[in-house]
């Protein structure tokens, strides 16, 4: 071999040579690049798939609404107490205890009629009836009842003026205390035309429909008088 022709050899193998390590270098970097670019398009897309599921712990929304539901839970038994309670109410508004006890409503129909004509009649007279009291619960007769024996000093002495609860007529409606004294001293005289009379010689401000209207009243009584007991 000559000195040209190796050196042609060599410079073609160089040639080659440096062309193959530049190709598989290229090839190598091509592939290194797409790894890359794909690691790289991969990275964004775990990191905002990671990045919300980690924001999203709303572990803290988790933590509330575990709370919230558990007091919802525990009262889900009191749901009986109202039940109850509405139960309770229409029992305590039964109509006669509604009633204030200066309202003719709680009187009984008989007494109330007659009390009306009364008062009218009275009107025209110049006269106005007021009503002191009339239907009592039996829980304030027995409170006055209390306040009377205190005040009288025996039960006895008590109740010739505030019965029991059990013989009071005012707790049944049918006994009305009235004011002032010019319309006591009215409906003693003219009541027994409306049926309604004054019992009792100690009250004068108490009446009762004693008699039919437009007949005499029954003699008076000098006291109330607690029949047992
Ligand atoms: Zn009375």
Not at 1 to 21: A, D, E, Q
Not at 51 to 80: G, H, V, Y
Not at 178 to 202: E, F, H, Q, S
Request: glycine residues 6%; hydrophobic residues 35%; positive net charge.
């Amino acid at each position: 071999m000559s000195v040209k022709v190796r050196t042609r050899l060599l410079s073609v193998i160089g040639v080659v040579g440096v062309g193959l390590v530049a190709g598989s270098l290229l090839l190598w970097h091509a592939q290194l690049g797409e790894m890359l670019g794909l690691a790289a398009d991969k990275e964004p897309v775990v990191s905002s798939v990671s990045a919300p599921a980690l924001a999203q712990p709303p572990a803290t929304t988790k933590a509330t609404t575990t709370p919230t539901r558990t007091p919802r839970r525990t009262p889900s038994t009191p749901p009986t107490t109202p039940k109850t309670t509405p139960t309770k109410s229409p029992k305590t508004t039964t109509t006669p205890k509604a009633t204030s006890e200066e309202s003719i409503d709680g009187l009984s129909s008989k007494l109330r009629t007659r009390l009306k004509k009364a008062m009218t009649g009275a009107r025209a007279d110049g006269v106005t009836i007021k009503i002191t009291s009339a239907r009592r619960s039996s829980a304030k007769q027995q409170r006055l009842l209390n306040e009377a024996i205190k005040k009288y000093g025996s039960y006895k002495l008590a109740t010739r003026w505030v019965l029991p609860p059990k013989y009071s007529a005012h707790v049944l409606g049918k006994a009305v205390d009235i004011g002032p004294t010019a319309a006591m001293t009215w409906l003693n005289k003219n009541g027994w035309k409306y049926g309604v009379c004054r019992r009792y010689d100690n009250e004068p401000w108490h009446f009762e429909a004693l008699t039919a209207p437009g007949t005499k009243c029954p003699p008076r009584e000098p006291h109330a008088v607690a029949k047992a007991d």
